[in-house]
Structure formats: structure tokens, C-alpha cells
């Protein structure tokens, strides 16, 4: 009987015992993160500056008071029918709307009128020459204000009426009525609502009975985290895309403006506003070309942020582009300017004097004029596979937002939760961070008959802001 050969000569052992891979291969027993930790985590940082709380319905709703003195706009070319005599209509066009519209007849939808911010004499002062025009007529038709006026200083404040076009922004400082005559209209303001929506998101990581068996030849990452089976990499993994999906709805997150509904469940997907786009819709957008931002474009902003009131101090996420430049522009003042005293401040003041807390948010600070300016890179915005692809303008975006935990010296009592997260709760069910296993593989009991385990993420919850005028967004032009 013969039998396959097991045995040879003129060759070196170690080909025939490495073919049989007897000697042990020398694998280094770290599993490396070469990209780190593939970016920051946003949520975290959000719940340090902001805030979080529980909500019961899919979408809140909130009021917020706009301005309570009203400028006016010009909706035609103002007219000069006879000496001192003027006369113009309020604008009619968005975004310079000078009406309220009113319903009078139950249940309000119809027999609509309209209410304006000027009134019989009212004094309201031209750019030019700071000249003044009294108003001695109001004359409403449906939306339609035509108001006549009578110049008060045609000697000391005359002006150029071709200046005075459609879309012109006029400014009321007071009035002057005469003795024994009767009060003037009520006023009122319509309070501004804005929403804010949560957001189902999912993840999940699969995995079989013969993996959770596999033992690989490392374990452990560099960074020191054990690993006793490969799928405990895979769970990791899934934990990082599940908070890479919080951080891009929180951040980036458009509201979709036709609901698509899943035909598996015949239920619409809702989603959530991020930070971004609600600064597009209610901050002051401000470009700048990469190369020429300057410590004058603070100048700029501070004239926007004192006429918006906004707090002290202002925190500034930026991207990779905006930071570096932002470090170039501003090198002289980090330089020679007591800055550690200056932090010593900044984490009394913004973290309760908690240093973990202001290690964490890593904030760099610029203090110019009246207010102080919090930078922390934001890695998100350059990531190579999300914002910082190829062709995105996302690591040149700066987010400047107040800082809600700084009230306004000049009014304490007034702390606006700024930015934050609302997730959906209900008694002792919170949606905020469900994680949940289904059992097929392994020890203990089976929930399923599939040879295979699933880990399960879900969390229901989205973005909510406020003061959206206080907060301005730098971007790429």
C-alpha cells in the first residue's frame, strides 16, 4: 500500500514547516488606528455647550419676540406733489413686509385687514442729512399704505428725492402731537414661531455564531482598547457610524420639504433642521473670499452683533481652511496678551470652572472690543469622506453662534439655550439612544432562530435653536 510522501531531502525545513504554517507568523498584536478616532464627536460637545431636554411630539414649536420698534421700506418711489409735501407707499414684497394681516369675522379666514407700523404724526428721519418728515396722513386701501408726510427742516436737512426708490429703508424716531389732542392708536407685536423636528435614525451590525468564535492574532487597538473577537470591531464601528449620523443631522440637516413616505410602512420620513441650514435661514450670512479674511472682518461683525444684542461671548465653529487662516490673520493677538489670565475667565465664566469640561470643548479665544470670540476646529467639516470630498466648501465655513451659558451682563436673567438637542421621551421610554441586541447565536437565550446576532441602534431625536438672528455664518463665496 502506498502512501503520499511526507518526507524529502536537499530541501530546508523551514519551506516545508512554513507551507504548513507550524512556526508562528510574528503578527504585532495592536490593531491600528492610523485615523485616529476619524473625528470628533459634535453631539458630545453640543450637550456640553447647549442643552438637552425631552420632548413627547415629533415637532415643537416655539415663540420668540421680534423686534418691538419697526423700521419701514419704501414700496415706490417717493413723490414731492407740492412744496414740503411727500408722499410714498410701504414696501408690499417680502422680506421687507410692512403689514400685519389681520382676520375680523370668525373662524379668521377671511375679511382679512391690514395693520401697518406708521401712525399720523409720526417723525421718521431720512438718511440723507438726517432730515425729517412728519406724518400728517395714513391712508390704508386692502395692503395698500400710502403715507403723506411734510418735511420739518427743508433749510437744515434738505435731500435728494431720486434717492428715495423702491426698497429704501427708513428709520421712525418718535412723533410730536399737539396740545388737546386725543392718544395716539394701540400698539401691538406679533410674536415670530419657529419649530423644530426630531429625527429617526438607525443603525445596525450583524453578526454569526462561527464569527463570535474567531479568535484574530490581534487584541487590542493602538490606543489600548481591547479586542477579544473581530465583530467586537465591527460593534465599535457601528457606535461611530451611528454617532457620525447624529452629528451630520445635527449639523447639516435640511428639513425635507416633501416628505418621502417609506412604501414599507406607508409612513412619511420626517427630519430634523441642523445648525447650519437654520443659520441660513435666520443668521446673517456673511462671505469671504479664502485668502483675504482679516481682524477688520471682526469689526464687521461686532457692528452685526451690536445690533443684534447679542451676549459677550460668541463661540465659533470653523473648519480647517477658516481655522488656519483665521490663526494667520489674527497671530498678534495670541501673542503677548496675558492669555492665561484670560482663560482663567473664560472657564469661570463658560464651564463653572470645571477644566475637564474646557479641555474638552478645546476653545482658543480671541478677545476684541466688547465681546469675546471661543474658536474650536471642527474635524467634521474636513473630513476626507463626508464634508472635506473633493470640490465641498465645507472646511472655509465658520458657524458663529452666543455661547448660552454666558448671560448678558447688561440683562443676567436673560440665558436663551441657543443650540441644543430635543429627543423623544415619555415617562421612563426615552428614544434618546436605544441599543438593543437580538439574540441567535452565542450563549444565553435566543430571541430568533438565525444563526446570527444583531446589534440594533436607534435614536429619535434632532436639533432645536433659538436666537438665530444673533448668530452669523462666514462662508466661502
Known amino acids: 500500500m502506498s502512501s503520499n510522501a511526507s518526507g524529502a531531502v536537499t530541501l530546508d ?202 479568535q484574530p492574532w490581534f487584541t487590542e487597538y493602538s490606543d489600548g482598547k481591547g479586542i477579544t473577537a473581530y465583530y467586537i470591531v465591527g460593534q465599535n464601528n457601528t457606535e461611530y457610524e451611528h454617532a457620525l449620523s447624529i452629528d451630520n443631522a445635527l449639523l447639516f440637516g435640511e428639513l425635507a420639504e416633501t ?28 462671505p469671504y473670499v479664502p485668502g483675504t479674511f482679516s481682524p477688520t472682518d471682526f469689526d464687521y461683525i461686532d457692528k452685526v452683533l451690536e445690533q443684534e444684542f447679542a451676549p459677550e461671548y460668541m463661540g465659533v465653529f470653523g473648519g480647517t481652511n477658516f481655522d488656519n487662516e483665521k490663526d494667520n490673520a489674527l497671530k498678534a493677538y495670541f501673542q503677548n496678551n496675558a492669555m492665561d489670565m484670560y482663560y482663567q475667565k473664560v472657564q469661570a465664566d463658560l464651564f463653572n470652572n470645571n477644566p475637564g469640561l474646557a479641555m474638552a470643548v478645546n476653545f482658543k479665544c480671541l478677545q476684541k472690543g466688547y465681546r469675546s470670540y471661543c474658536f474650536t476646529r471642527m474635524p467634521q467639516f474636513n473630513m476626507a469622506q463626508t464634508w472635506g470630498a473633493a470640490g465641498y466648501k465645507t472646511p472655509s465655513l465658520a458657524l458663529m453662534f452666543p455661547l448660552a451659558t454666558k448671560p448678558d451682563r447688561n440683562n443676567p436673567s436673560n440665558r436663551l439655550p441657543y443650540m441644543g438637542t430635543i429627543y423623544r421621551q415619555l415617562g421612563g421610554y426615552s428614544r434618546k439612544a436605544e441599543v438593543f441586541t437580538l439574540l441567535g447565536a452565542g450563549p444565553g437565550m435566543k430571541v430568533q432562530s438565525k444563526d446570527r446576532n444583531s446589534l440594533n441602534m436607534r435614536s429619535d431625536m434632532g436639533a432645536e435653536h433659538v436666537g438665530g438672528n444673533q448668530m452669523i455664518r462666514l462662508y466661502s463665496a
Open 13 to 214: 525545513a523551514s519551506k516545508i514547516i512554513t507551507t504548513f504554517d507550524i512556526d508562528k507568523p510574528e503578527v504585532r498584536a495592536q490593531f491600528f488606528r492610523i485615523r485616529g478616532n476619524q473625528g470628533m464627536n459634535f453631539f458630545a460637545m453640543l450637550e456640553s455647550l447647549g442643552y438637552s431636554r425631552p420632548v413627547t411630539q415629533r415637532k415643537t414649536r416655539q415663540y420668540e419676540e421680534d423686534w418691538i420698534h419697526q423700521t419701514i421700506s419704501l414700496g415706490g418711489t417717493m413723490l414731492n406733489p407740492s412744496g414740503t409735501t411727500y408722499t410714498f407707499t410701504l414696501s408690499t414684497t417680502a422680506p421687507n413686509i410692512d403689514y400685519l394681516e389681520q382676520n375680523t369675522t370668525s373662524p379668521y379666514n377671511s375679511n382679512d385687514q391690514y395693520v401697518f407700523p406708521v401712525k399720523k404724526w409720526d417723525i421718521i428721519t431720512l438718511p440723507q442729512n438726517n432730515a425729517k418728515l412728519q406724518v400728517t396722513n395714513v391712508t390704508i386701501s386692502g395692503s395698500t399704505c400710502t403715507v403723506t408726510a411734510t418735511h420739518m427742516n427743508p433749510t437744515t436737512g434738505p435731500f435728494t428725492l431720486a434717492n428715495y426708490v423702491a426698497g429704501t429703508e427708513l428709520i421712525i424716531t418718535g412723533n410730536a402731537f399737539s396740545e388737546g389732542s386725543d392718544q395716539t392708536e394701540g400698539l401691538v407685536n406679533k410674536p415670530l414661531i419657529d419649530y423644530a423636528y426630531t429625527q429617526i435614525i438607525k443603525t445596525t451590525f450583524n453578526w454569526t455564531g462561527s464569527q463570535a468564535v474567531s
Open 259 to 286: 416628505a418621502i413616505v417609506d412604501s414599507s410602512t406607508n409612513e412619511p420620513i420626517y427630519t430634523t433642521e441642523g445648525l447650519d441650514p437654520y443659520m441660513k435661514r435666520k443668521g446673517h450670512n456673511i
